[in-house]
């Protein structure tokens, strides 16, 4: 099986290890210890790149950067490198105390391999899924990460060539009927990427799945070995290729949107726990055009979905383009408007449909219903982190501009977005900042919230921000939407990946609980961190053996 081989840093393959037997087994073979590898810095990693290229030919090894990828460590932070090997676990020495209420595994996906050969890839969005584990427990850590075995992955190593449709990459064709026959299976959908690489999610029944923005990018995986374990099969037939890469799961239900490319709209659509059947709540058609816009998150409140139409909208012209275009698989169309539709959970039906200021966004943060002193709901409170209607963000978001910093303030700003939508019958919604967006730097994205406050009215937000000047988000932030003032945690150079709030069992104050964050290290290290959720100050630090790629979105799987 693939999957059972390995490349250690070395480049050697190796068998499932623990940190213990990587240390030795580093030490054998090249006379230098990980922990020399950590204390000396790079040199070892460069040495162990030479070894690598001389004795690592096989295509199941992943093995460290091919030429055309830069290995100088002053151009290429280790956020932005592909990640060393396919898999590893170990025990990490821990600084600070864990606390010991603190049982359970967080994962976190996130696209970590950017090349296939001598081929890298444009886009961060386009990297084959890596999930990262850190499991808690007795005050002991114990981490390690695993490619996730896609289909695209899988023939991606097998033919050394990028076989589906990513994010922004799309197969060369031999010829022009190869190309006209990749066209037909882009309609069914056959040569889309099941490559789940955005998130990692628990459903209600225990199952773990990652996911991306395609369907068939559903995949099971096992919380505890992060091996993949087959397809997450709809069982539906209500068919479409794309879906929202944020569902909204709780132990209950699992809440999606299921864009319309045909005839632009969207479904909301819901799944029981134990099953693999979305049923439909409702239907809600566009009220711009020419197509829905990108729904990669959506929020919601205790009755409603809220069904945003950006102008930034799907394009099926850019689907079907070889090369990709500045925005992608979208167009910018501001003359469409943008719209932020409210579908009532229990009857399927849309309250109201308000327009609202042109918006940029990703990620919706949390959103409430407000009510007048008779009880009735008069408005919603919706949050994201804005891009202030600037797509700009997406291209920042290729690995060239990733990899090239030079100290510029290049990260286009942003702020925490709040909607208000009127449940009055009036036709426009606000969109106003939540809080003065130098709190956070100006910059604001990858925001996780307590779970137990979604969709009521809530305080703390957690997300990365901005140390300016920077090209991406370099901060971790807590927001506190009440005395609307953030608090900043910052380490030079390092990439954080998002803070993901874990509550402390019984708590009844919000904040009450920790934040997990991964940092990429300019110096090639990594560490796992925990922050206090209320004084939002470090607790404890857990050094990796080496620095992992910057990943995206991550789960809490507790110890039962
Ligand atoms: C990593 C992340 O946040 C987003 C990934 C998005 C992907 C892989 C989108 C892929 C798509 C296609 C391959 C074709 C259809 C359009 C679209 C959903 C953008
Ligand atoms: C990392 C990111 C945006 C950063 C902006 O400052 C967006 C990620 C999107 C997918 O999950
Ligand atoms: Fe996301």
Not at 377 to 406: G, M, P, W, Y
Request: glycine share 8%; aromatic share 10%.
């Amino acid at each position: 099986m693939d999957s059972l081989w390995f490349s250690d840093i070395c480049g050697h393959h190796v068998s499932p290890f623990t940190m213990l037997d990587f240390d030795q087994s580093c030490h054998r073979k090249h006379g230098f210890s990980l922990e020399n590898k950590l204390v000396f810095g790079r040199k070892p990693y460069k040495q162990a790149l030479t070894i690598a290229r001389v004795v690592s030919p096989s295509q199941l090894a992943i093995v460290p950067s091919p030429d055309k990828e830069p290995v100088d460590p002053d151009q290429s932070h280790v956020a932005w490198t592909s990640v060393k090997q396919e898999r590893w676990e170990g025990e990490l020495v821990v600084q600070g105390e864990i606390p010991l209420w603190l049982k359970g595994t967080y994962l976190r996906n996130g696209p970590g391999l950017w090349h296939i050969e001598d081929y890298n890839f444009r886009h961060l969005f386009d990297g084959y899924a890596t999930l990262v584990k850190l499991h808690f427990e007795d005050g002991r850590l114990i981490a390690g990460h695993r490619q996730i075995e896609s289909e695209a992955y899988k023939a991606a190593k097998k033919n050394k060539k990028i076989c589906f449709r990513e994010f922004s990459e799309v197969p060369k064709h031999e010829n022009f009927m190869a190309y006209v026959g990749d066209l037909a299976k882009l309609f069914s959908g056959s040569s889309l990427t099941d490559n789940a690489n955005t998130g990692v999610v628990k459903l209600g029944d225990g199952r773990v799945v990652c996911l991306t923005e395609t369907q068939k990018g559903s995949l099971v995986i096992d919380p505890n070995s992060l091996e993949t374990l087959g397809r997450f099969e709809y069982s539906d037939s209500l068919g479409g290729l794309i879906h929202s890469a944020h569902p909204i799961v709780t132990d209950a239900e699992f809440l999606t949107l299921l864009p319309d490319l045909l005839k632009p709209g969207y479904l909301v659509v819901r799944m029981e726990p134990g099953t693999n059947e979305r049923k439909v709540i409702g239907r809600v058609n566009c009220s711009g055009g020419p197509a829905p816009g990108w729904v990669h998150s959506f929020p919601v409140t205790q009755h409603y979905v809220v069904v945003p139409e950006m102008p930034l909208r799907y394009c099926a012209q850019n689907l079907l383009r070889a090369e990709p275009t500045p925005l992608y698989k979208f167009e910018w169309h501001p003359q469409s408007k943008a719209f932020l539709h409210v579908m009532c959970k229990a009857s399927g039906k849309v309250v109201t449909s308000v327009e609202v200021p042109l918006f940029v966004t990703f990620h919706f943060i949390n959103a409430y219903e407000e009510e007048d002193e008779d009880g009735r709901v008069t408005s919603i409170i919706a949050d994201c982190c804005e891009h202030h209607a600037d797509t700009s963000i997406l291209d920042q978001l290729r690995l060239k501009n990733l990899r090239f910093f030079k100290g510029e303030d290049v990260l286009p700003d942003a702020r925490v977005g709040r909607f208000k939508i009127p449940l009055d019958g009036s036709r426009n919604g606000k969109l106003e900042a939540a809080l003065e967006a130098d709190e956070h730097g100006r910059g604001i994205d990858m925001c996780s919230i307590n779970p137990a406050y979604l969709g009521k009215k809530y305080r703390y937000a957690y997300a990365c921000g901005a140390q300016r000047p920077c090209h991406f988000p370099n901060t971790l932030t807590k927001l506190d939407f009440v005395e609307k003032k953030a608090k900043n945690w910052y380490d030079e150079g390092a990439v954080p990946s998002e803070p993901f709030f874990v509550a402390r069992p019984g708590a009844t104050e919000e904040d009450d609980g920790v934040v997990i964050s991964l940092i990429s290290e300019k110096n090639g290290g990594g560490y796992a961190l925990l922050l206090d959720g209320s004084t939002f100050k470090e607790i404890t630090r857990a050094k990796l053996p080496y620095g992992l790629p910057y990943g995206l979105h991550g789960c809490w799987v507790p110890k039962k």
